[in-house]
């Protein structure tokens, strides 16, 4: 049977010796003679070293640890530390491809010997299996934040990591990695065009998305006690957001037009999600017996031919993902161009820079940084065209 998740090696007593001893990862640490405090005082230092590796064992030596041990141990270490709401983020697959490269090349190889010609080498593979700049210099930034916490946990010399942060990033022009298509703002008539064949509760929430300019997590989890209804513009404050890790807080303002939207999903328990995969399930189902041709008297009743115990039911909350292919599979049967929900927080960007400026998009999208809000919000041209008629 084996031990369970919480339990500790025990102090014991070496018989032989008459030394307290501890086992750990397989291996016997003496402590001193059995029962004094000195003894206990290492048993407790041993064992906070020890958990603070994942329980594995503590290396004696920097040079001990290969490059593969230290890929397993930071992923082990980023499934637990990057999570929200009791999930893994998209972190922890990232880190899964990069740790892919370093394991096929450097595995085996000690993981104070992997320097800049190595980094280098791996980046040029990546190049050349025709990931993008942007996506190559994220990896790069990841497998040297993995040799930062290397040296955190005292599994590699500094001097490891030092020599790695010479290695700069890929520059766009000077390099053959291939360069990502701008991500744009989505055209309202492609939006009109896909709402026309989604459910009616996701085209809500892409109504909703555009006048307001959440992101996608934050329209799939709005419920209705996280909702401040008592001014003319209401107030949503999601229970959790992007950059909450950060002690940020995050206001989405909604307006007569976002309102209109949300006020038929608000008449229900104030801890219940407004966009629900179940309650959308059931209006297609009733969608589908009002054009039911059979009649009753013939054919299955309604319900009858549903398994009591399917493999998936409709969930309480939409998924990002989930969300994201509901808008794709309406693309296609509207035969446009895909587009992301994503792309809608750019549109509204874009409206919002243009008609109140800069400093109302950061504060309506929740950025800190004006930086930011202008990679969301596209420059409009017919200032500089102004400026040309009058000065030029």
């Given amino acids: 049977m084996p031990w369970p998740a919480n339990h500790l090696p025990k102090y014991r007593k ?4 008459g030394q307290a001893v501890v086992t750990l990862s397989g291996r016997d640490h003496y402590l001193g003679p059995h029962g004094t405090k000195a003894s206990r005082d ?11 590796h994942q329980r594995q064992p503590v290396p004696e030596g920097s040079d001990t640890i290969t490059v593969v041990e230290l890929c397993a141990r930071y992923l082990k270490f980023a499934q ?8 893994c983020t998209k972190v922890t697959p990232a880190v899964k491809a990069c740790i892919k490269y370093l394991r096929a090349w450097y595995g085996r190889e000690p993981a104070t010997e992997f320097g800049p010609l190595a980094l280098k ?4 593979r990546m190049v050349a299996d025709g990931l993008s700049r942007r996506y190559v210099n ?18 590699v010399p500094p001097a490891t990591y030092q020599a790695l942060t010479a290695v700069s990033g890929l520059k766009r022009g000077r390099t053959e990695a291939r360069e990502p298509a701008p991500i744009l703002p989505v055209d309202d008539a492609a939006v009109e065009a896909t709402l026309e064949h989604l459910p009616e509760v996701v085209a809500d929430m892409v109504r909703l998305q555009s006048v ?35 002690g940020r807080e995050r206001t989405v303002f909604l307006g007569k037009t976002a309102q209109a939207v949300l006020l038929k999903y608000l008449a229900r328990a104030a801890e219940t999600y407004c966009f629900r995969p179940c309650d959308s399930e059931q209006k297609r189902l ?14 299955n009743r309604p319900g009858t031919n549903r398994s009591a115990n399917p493999a998936r039911k409709p969930g309480e909350r939409y998924a990002v993902d989930a969300y994201r292919r509901a808008i794709t599979r309406a693309c296609e049967v509207a035969e446009i161009e895909h587009w992301a929900p994503n792309r809608l927080r750019h549109s509204y960007a874009t409206r919002v820079r243009k008609e109140c400026g800069l400093e109302a998009a950061q504060v309506a999208l929740g950025h800190s940084s004006a930086d930011v809000t202008q990679i969301y919000a596209e420059r409009d041209l017919n200032y500089g065209i102004e400026v040309a008629r009058r000065i030029g």
Wanted: net charge positive; proline share 4%; glycine share 4%.
């Fill in 14 to 17: 070496h018989r032989a010796s």
């Fill in 42 to 52: 290492f048993y407790d230092r041993l064992i906070a070293e020890w958990l603070q």
């Fill in 80 to 87: 637990a530390y990057y999570q929200k709401d009791g999930r």
């Fill in 121 to 124: 080498s791996v980046r040029q």
């Fill in 138 to 155: 994220d990896h790069v930034a990841r497998i040297k934040r993995m040799f930062k916490w290397a040296v955190a946990e005292e599994l």
């Fill in 212 to 246: 307001t300019g959440m992101r996608p997590a934050e329209v799939c989890i709005v419920r209705p006690c996280d909702i401040d209804r008592s001014a003319d513009v209401w107030l949503y404050r999601p229970a959790s957001h992007k950059t909450q890790h950060r």
């Fill in 286 to 299: 009733a969608v589908a017996h009002a054009n039911r041709k059979t009649p009753l008297t013939a054919g």
